[in-house]
């Protein structure tokens, strides 16, 4: 059975930062493309940010380009968002997802249940 | 960035109806489009990729269709366990996009 689960998040000060991992079971890791999507409270999905699945590769949302950083640990079979000036507007449920990618599709086969990102004073 | 609207926003049905919506890119997707079904404090589930593909283990009442900006996902027969959101996704082009969510719930 595929399982993604996310942990790290937490209540954290603006400008802090937090360190969220995903540790990936049942699948290939290494064979994926992994990513971050955000969900804030009430609203909808928003992609944060992808990572290749050699770890060689990363892309940003322009809303949290040199603040975060994606990376990946292929033989611990994990995959890590380090959040750096953290503003309210980060305040979301963090769910990682892996990609899967044919000639004619690309979809989010597999996401975990996420970790809730609270930024506030 | 390509702007993913879905409509309506929120939906009420009974169990038992044929239920449509609707999802609108901002320019054309090709048949990169896909549906994801999430309920209350869980994870979002794919149902339908590359617009008209049911992925494994989904009902056959689900179904989609549509290419180049137009794409509708269809409930041919609402059971209680389909009461949730639905959420439309393009893979066109970086970064993937999401329309703003369908709440379909209980009438």
Redesign the interface.
């Known amino acids: 059975e595929v399982q993604l689960v996310e942990s790290g998040g937490g209540l954290v000060q603006p400008g802090g930062s937090l360190r969220l991992s995903c540790a990936a079971s049942g699948f290939t890791f290494s064979s994926y493309w992994m990513h971050w999507v955000r969900q804030a409270p009430g609203k909808g999905l928003v992609w944060v940010s992808r990572i290749s699945s050699d770890g060689s590769s990363t892309t940003y949302a322009d809303s949290v380009k040199g603040r975060f950083t994606i990376s990946r640990d292929n033989a611990k079979n994990t995959l890590s968002l380090q959040m750096n000036s953290l503003r309210a507007e980060d305040t979301a449920v963090y769910h990682c997802a892996s990609l899967y990618s044919s000639s004619w599709s690309e979809y989010f086969q597999h996401w975990g249940q996420g970790t809730l990102v609270t930024v506030s004073a | 960035d390509i702007q993913m609207t879905q409509s309506p926003s929120s939906l009420s049905a009974s169990v038992g109806d044929r239920v449509t919506i609707t999802c609108r890119a901002s320019q054309s997707i090709n048949?990169?489009l896909?549906w994801?079904q999430q309920k209350p404090?869980?994870?979002?589930?794919?149902l339908i990729?590359?617009a008209s593909?049911l992925q494994s283990g989904v009902p056959s009442r689900f179904s989609g269709s549509g290419s180049g900006t137009d794409f509708t996902l269809t409930i041919s027969s609402l059971q209680p366990e389909d009461f949730a959101t639905y959420?439309c996704?393009q893979?066109y082009s970086?970064?993937?996009?999401?329309?703003?969510?369908t709440k379909l719930e209980i009438k």
């Open positions: 048949s990169y896909n994801y404090g869980k994870a979002p589930k794919v990729y590359a593909s959420f996704q893979s970086t970064p993937p996009t999401f329309g703003q969510g």
